[in-house]
Structure formats: C-alpha cells, structure tokens
C-alpha cells in the first residue's frame, strides 16, 4: 500500500513538472509573440512616416515639373529671348541708340 502511495505521489509531482514546463514554453512564446508584434507595428509607423514624406516628395516634383514647363514655354517666347540678349549679352537693334550711364 505504502507502494502505490509512493509512485502516486511521484506522478503527481512528475505531472506537476510537467504542467510546469508547459506552462513555462506558452509564456516564453507569449512573451515572444508580444516584442514581435512591437517590433512590427514600430517597423509599420516607419514605413507609414516614409510613405508620407515620399508622398509629399512626389508632390513637390510634380509642382517642380509645372514650373519647368511652363518656363520652357516662356524661354521660347521672342521677349524672353531680346530680354536675355539685352541684359545677358549687350546686344541691341541696328537702329538702336544706347546710353550708358557713368
């Protein structure tokens, strides 16, 4: 009798053990679980702030590509160009007269 109470309480406390170990790995993996899930949603708020700046980068150049067109359409104009010959290179009309101020 004194047997069988014996090797009861050894399962017992080997049951135990084992429940504990269990109950040991879940946690672990829960804990896991958890800095993983941080890890991802701090990686996902990086990868939104990007997107969002890149957003505005795209923004920004369209805007850039407006001007740049609408000043290569102004460069072509006959203005645009006696205006560079003017201030940029000196030049005049022959029947022009210049004065000079000193």
Do not use: H
Not at 7 to 16: L, P, S, T
Not at 83 to 90: D, H, P
Request: without cysteine; charged residues 35%.
């Amino acid at each position: 009798m004194a047997r069988k109470r014996r090797i009861a309480y050894r399962k017992k406390q080997q049951n135990r053990f084992s429940m504990f170990l269990v109950t040991l790995v879940v946690v672990m993996i829960l804990v896991l679980a958890g800095v993983q899930s941080t890890e991802l949603r701090d990686k996902i708020d990086d990868k939104r702030a990007e997107s969002f700046q890149l957003d505005q980068e795209i923004a920004a150049e369209e805007l850039r590509a407006l001007e740049i067109e609408a000043l290569s359409k102004e460069v072509q104009t006959k203005g645009y160009i006696e205006n560079i010959a003017r201030e940029k290179l000196g030049l005049v009309y022959e029947d022009e007269i210049l004065f000079k101020q000193q």
